[in-house]
């Protein structure tokens, strides 16, 4: 049998493709999923409580969905800011495959779908949504915050959904001392077992001019 994960960057497992039935942004929508991503039959629970738990997405600019799976949280950042440049990263290549269906099925022209190298480097978030691969590891899971979070605009936000019992509280503790300047971090929900933590980064102090004699 072959074996995957959904961080796997070319499944070897079929792709059984499916279509399925979800709430995204209040729409009722079909969408495409198939075997070797992330939860292919549903939107997952953490994902739902990212979703229910976070504000309405800026009207512009870049948006960025780290681990974007089969799109559910991109798809609804496109939805609900139809101006705004969506990016849909993930290193699964079937995964961002079925972004890019889900989004031309839904009329949804501001998906960026692409490998993490594919992003230019210029670009800025004005928000960062993400149900993080977990299960990649530890090290894994950090060098991608380290990576991304970074990329935040000023007086922006990520948001991130963990489950309590695969190290929620942990993250959170590692995020505050690794983001010690400049953001802040806290938990900004829970529920149904998970945390979603907010990580601001606060804009550039204003420099204090200084009095020549």
Do not use: C
């Amino acid at each position: 049998m072959v074996s995957d994960h959904y961080f796997s960057a070319t499944p070897a497992s079929p792709e059984n493709l499916r279509r399925i039935r979800v709430t995204l942004a209040g729409r009722d929508v079909e969408v495409t999923t198939a075997g070797g991503v992330f939860s292919p039959d549903h939107v997952d629970s953490g994902t739902g409580v990212l979703l229910a738990n976070t504000p309405p997405p800026p009207p512009g600019g870049n948006l960025l969905d780290l681990g974007s799976g089969w799109g559910p949280i991109a798809l609804t950042l496109a939805m609900e800011s139809p101006h705004a440049t969506v990016w849909a990263v993930d290193v699964n290549e079937r995964a961002l495959d079925l972004v890019r269906r889900n989004a031309t099925a839904l009329g949804l022209d501001n998906v960026n779908a692409v490998l993490p190298d594919e992003v230019p480097d210029d670009i800025v978030f004005r928000t960062i949504r993400s149900n993080p691969p977990i299960r990649v590891g530890k090290n894994e899971l950090h060098g991608l915050l380290e990576r991304w979070i970074p990329r935040l605009d000023e007086r922006a936000d990520a948001w991130l959904v963990v489950q309590r019992n695969l190290g929620s509280d942990s993250l959170q503790r590692w995020l505050a001392a690794t983001f010690d300047h400049g953001y802040s971090v806290h938990r900004a929900a829970t529920g149904r077992g998970f945390r979603v933590l907010k990580v601001r980064r606060h804009g550039t102090p204003p420099t204090t001019p200084i009095d020549l004699p």
